[in-house]
């Protein structure tokens, strides 16, 4: 197949269209509602709207567990409505692989809040991969698929909005063939929650958390950079786009897999570099956890809680900190200012029954 630009979220259903998705569904909201617009385009896949994102998991659900792979995509304001049915999903498992597609928004371009999303895979302890570009969106969600499965587990892809409005360079594939055909199998000990049957699903949770740490450490999508040994920095998705830019000879170890963490791959890579960063936009999620493990790391020290990562604010933080002095500021902002653009409601985007804008 001949090569393709693509934004993250063409390359977002492209994937899922190669994963041999069943059934799709979402709530619309930016930046996200481009993946189901163009899922549609596929027309073996059953799409639609839902009235709210607990809805759209919901369906998804169902399709799941009648054997079929499904899809659920939303904005990152909509996991708050969809967090019921996920945290009890994260017990049951699944049947066909089931792939929850969660578009934050740093800097708040059209969003009320800058939630972290990767809380709520660590919080629902389900694993979430990030990619890093529109390639690694296709790829990752037939993955995604494939960890699903194996694992017996939802899994939750973490875009942004830069991944998912940018558009690079995508070699498309092959639909997978050779799928089981859907078919529900009744067996209500994994699929009911009641509290007899959770008790006995819970410690299965647990193992499969410290599994998929296993599975992280050998992970291609998990992978160390070494360059200089001075400074290495562990990042992901966007930001290790942005650090290889602003820090050209800086070690980076890239994660793919955001949750769990490889931890001994991190620690590997610790010990290689004298002083270690952590890079990341909004929560210090990476960085809390490297510390728990015992391991020196800067991070928030440094570098924003609040919006946007990019190479000149990463150049910017990283100078003033003394850290890169030979590194020269990004001047941003140079000529005249562009006016500001307000934000607005997309027309056909309802807002009663949802959080999101």
């Known amino acids: ?106 800097e708040m371009h059209s969003s009320q809040d800058e939630q972290d999303s990767r809380n709520y895979a660590r919080f629902a302890k389900v694993p979430m991969l990030e990619p890093a570009d529109s390639q690694e969106c296709l790829d990752f969600t037939r993955l995604a698929f494939e960890l699903s499965e194996q694992f017996d587990t939802p899994v939750m892809l973490r875009s942004c909005t830069r991944i998912s409005h940018g558009k690079s360079i995508v070699q498309p594939g092959e639909p997978v063939s050779g799928l089981p055909e859907p078919k529900l199998v009744k067996n209500p000990a994994k699929l009911v929650m009641l509290p007899g049957n959770a008790r006995v699903r819970h410690p299965l949770v647990e193992e499969r958390s410290v599994n998929l740490s296993t599975y992280g450490d050998t992970a291609a999508i998990n992978r160390m950079e070494i360059r200089s040994a001075d400074i290495g920095v562990i990042c992901a998705g966007v930001t290790w786009q942005y650090v290889r830019e602003a820090l050209p000879e800086a070690s980076t170890l890239k994660l793919g897999m955001v ?99």
């Open 1 to 106: 197949m001949n090569k393709e630009i693509l934004s993250g979220n063409e390359a977002f259903a492209r994937g899922a269209h190669e994963a041999g998705v069943k059934v799709a569904s979402a709530y619309p909201g930016t930046p996200s509602t481009e993946i189901l617009e163009n899922v549609v385009r596929y027309r073996e896949i059953d799409a639609s709207w839902a009235p709210n994102e607990k809805v759209a998991l919901e369906v998804a659900i169902g399709a799941s567990f009648g054997g079929g792979r499904a899809l659920a995509c939303m904005k990152h304001v909509g996991v708050n409505v969809a967090a019921d049915p996920l945290f009890t999903l994260s017990y049951t498992g699944v049947g066909g692989g089931l792939v929850l597609i969660v578009a934050d928004d740093p």
């Open 259 to 357: 949750w769990p963490l490889p931890q001994q791959l991190i620690r590997e890579f610790a010990g290689k570099v004298q002083r270690l960063f952590v890079v990341e936009e909004l929560d210090p999620f990476i960085e809390e956890q490297v510390k728990a493990m015992g391991i020196a790391v800067t991070g928030k020290e440094i570098i924003s809680l609040c919006g946007e990562l990019s190479p000149g604010r990463i150049r910017d933080a990283f100078s003033t900190a003394g850290i890169m002095p030979g590194q020269a500021a990004a001047r941003q902002g140079q000529g005249e200012p562009l006016p500001p653009v307000p934000p607005t409601c997309a027309p056909a985007v309802p807002t009663a029954g949802s959080s999101t804008s």
